[in-house]
């Protein structure tokens, strides 16, 4: 584990029951980079991300996060540690205000100062949040809730930010919104392992990686190189 590693996993394996759903994965994410984990519906991408947040327990394998490994600690103790995810499906809350759900994403800061300017920053990201404090989560339009859960992850000031299926059900000019708004994030330093089906719109901003299919990594590389892998083109860009 060289010292810009984040995240390592290693020799990873999840059941659900009779189901062997990861199979010894190891992947790493670097400091400053976007990783991308694409693959097909039921690969074993969000276990993966499930897995590093505590909400699945793995049976073998180690997940280190700076150094520490968090196999199988609490869902709390590894947002306290600085590894947040912004889940598929949003998961906003409805009934509660843009500003409730916002403050809800900084529960665990002390430092109300810093809470405040890091309230200014998301909303220099998404400028419609700041329009819409006081609207319900739940009146929102798909995409601002895209935003809002993104927004309410950065909330916590995360050290790795893991984003689970960003762009799904939002139309074409949100997905390019969001993807945009991915890249603004990583070049303000913040350290992102990214999930999405869009395999395309995810390896053109990836730095680095991986392809999952039934539970196991069966290709990995720079994103810009994986692009062009004629294996990549055919199974996930829909190209003969």
Known sequence: MNQNT???????????????????????VEKG???????????????TLRAISGLVKPQ??????????????????VVEMGVVMVPEGRRIFPNLTVMENLLLGG???RNRQELREDLEWVFTLFPRLRERTWQKGGTLSGGEQQMLAVARALMSRPRLLMMDEPSLGLAP???????EIITTLNAQGVTILLIEQNAKAAL????YAYVLETGRITLEGEGKTLLLDERVRKAYLGEE
Request: net charge positive; hydrophobic share 45%; glycine share 12%.
């Open 60 to 77: 073998q394998g180690s997940i280190r996060f700076l150094g520490q490994d968090i196999a199988g600690r609490a869902s709390h103790q």
């Open 107 to 109: 529960y665990i800061r």
């Open 204 to 207: 053109e901003i990836a730095h």
């Open 6 to 28: 984040v995240l390592e996993i290693d020799n990873l394996h999840v059941f659900y029951g009779g189901i062997h759903a990861l199979k010894g994965i190891h992947l790493e």
């Open 33 to 47: 980079r976007i990783i991308a984990l694409i693959g097909a519906n039921g690969a074993g991408k969000s276990t």
């Open 173 to 179: 000019l949100l997905v390019k919104e969001i993807f």
